[in-house]
C-alpha cells in the first residue's frame, strides 16, 4: 500500500487557502480571531494524509464556507466534528 504523503507546515497551504477565499495572515502563526478560518484550516490539515491530488483545495472551501459567526460560536473541536464528513 502506497504512503499518502501528508502537509508539515502552514506555508504549503497558502495558495490553497488563497483560492478558497480564506484570508491569509502576513505572519501565518496568527493564532487571533481575525484569522479563525486560516487557522482551522491549518489545524486540520498539517499531518492529515492528502488522500487525492484535489483535497487539499476542497477541504479549504469546505473550511472557507463555514459563517464567522459559527466559528465564533462553538469551540474548534465542534466544529470539526460537524465537518469532518466533509473533507476529503
Known sequence: ???QSSIQHRESLVLYAEAAGIVVPADLYDISEAFQH???YCDVQI???IPSNDALLHNAKVIAAISS????????PFV?????GLLK
Open 1 to 3: 500500500m502506497k504512503e
Open 38 to 40: 486560516w487557522n482551522l
Open 47 to 49: 499531518e492529515r494524509p
Open 69 to 76: 459567526e459559527r466559528l465564533e460560536s462553538v469551540s474548534e
Open 80 to 84: 470539526f466534528e460537524e465537518i469532518s
